[in-house]
Every structure is written in C-alpha cells, then in structure tokens.
C-alpha cells in the first residue's frame, strides 16, 4: 500500500512525460543489472564517473544488449578516489554529458527491476541526477543481491555473520573474476551472481531491499 502511495506519488512530480514509461509494469523475468564507478561514496557531493549495464532476461545474460559509458566530470578526480576506481582523468576527456548519459540509460533500463550489488548506493546517486534532470527518484524496484546470498548462507540466527564481501560471493559461487572496478564487467558479475542465487532463492523484488546492515555491504570491498 505504501509503495503504491510512494509510487504514485514520485510519478507526479515527473517533469518530462516522455519517461512515463519508467513507471510501467515490467515484463517477467527481465533485469537490468549495473553498477556505477563514482568519484566518492557520498551521493550528495560525488559524481557518477561511469555506469555499466546489462539485460537478463529468463535465465540468459543477453550480452549483445550491454550499456558501458564514461560521464564528464564536473571537476577534477581526487588522486585518492582513483586509486580505487583507477579511472584517470584522461579516461574521461571523451565523456558524455551527464543529462544525454542519463537519458540513455533510463531507455536502456526502462521498468525493468535493477539489480546489483550494494544497488541503493548505484539507485541513490543516480536518483541524484533523475530528480535534477525529469524531476524524480528513480522508481525501479530494486534487487540486492548480497542479501539472496546471505540469505542462502545464513544457518541459525539474523545475527550470524557472513562475509558479503564481493570477493567473497564470486568465490563462493565459483564465479569467474573479470576485471574489477570496470563498470561493465561488475554488472556481468553480479548478473552471474544473480542467475545463480535465483536458482536457489526466489527473486523477489519486496525480500530484498538492502535490509542488511551496511556494516556487512561496503563498496569499498569490490
């Protein structure tokens, strides 16, 4: 019921009717999984420095429907935030105007439910950008998949650690490991992780919200 609310809600403060669409039902069974590469780990002040995507649909990672980009930076990147990221600023001299970037990408992701891997950090700084450029947050359901994980893991009690390290996961579900702090292959990783859990745990999108302590989820461990 509140969703609903919330939903309808978010949906009249849409500045462009063109993006309607974001609101729509989703067809069954198909995904979009993405990660972003940021300039920081506050969605406030950061930027989004590159966004990889891709389409799942059924139990197909479909790799000819991939979305991989570069944003302009509004600044210089931190010397420090490189380090992690390790995109440099030459990387971004051909990088897409924040506004086209994000109109792509919101065609690219329709009402599809987005998955990822600590995914409210990627929903909320993107959300960022949406409500600045079409006036809204973005309204996908979203799909954690380190609580399906957690959730195939845990034994006995809510209380119980697992590791959910990125690492960790992959290892664990014998996940071939592609370059890291790439946006688009993070995205291709979690979508395996993704097909794999599904097997096990239904993805649905009301169990997973990120309902795991944060202490557990850092984006600083990919």
């Known amino acids: 019921m509140f969703e609903m609310f919330f939903k309808n ?36 002040k950061d930027e989004i420095l590159s966004i990889g995507a891709v389409h799942i649909k059924e139990n197909k ?4 429907k991939t ?35 994000i109109y792509e990408l919101l065609e690219f992701i329709g009402s599809r439910p987005i998955v990822g891997y600590y995914i409210k950090f990627d929903v909320s700084i993107i959300s960022k950008y949406t409500k600045r450029f ?3 947050n973005l309204p996908n359901e979203t799909i954690e998949v380190s609580t399906m994980y957690y959730r195939t893991r ?30 688009l292959n993070d995205a291709i990783m979690t979508s395996m992780m993704f097909l794999k859990l599904k097997d096990v745990t239904p993805a649905k999108t009301t169990l997973y919200t990120s309902w795991v302590s944060n202490s557990y989820i850092k984006k600083t461990t990919l």
Not at 9 to 20: A, E, F, I, P, T
Not at 74 to 93: G, N, T, W
């Open 9 to 44: 809600w978010n949906r009249k403060k849409l500045k462009n009717k063109k993006y309607d669409f974001l609101f729509d039902e989703p067809k069954p069974n198909e995904y979009v999984c993405l990660d972003c590469e940021t300039s920081g780990l506050n969605p406030k």
């Open 61 to 64: 990672i479909l790799m000819r």
């Open 67 to 101: 979305f991989n980009i570069f944003l302009k930076p509004s600044k210089h990147i931190d010397a420090e935030s490189i380090k992690i990221h390790h995109i440099r600023q030459i990387d971004l001299e051909n990088g897409i105007d924040p506004e086209i970037a």
């Open 134 to 136: 079409i006036g809204i």
């Open 154 to 183: 845990k034994k006995t009690s809510d209380y119980e650690f697992i590791d959910l390290k990125f690492d960790t996961i992959l290892k664990t579900l014998n996940i071939p490991a592609l370059g890291k702090h790439d946006a």
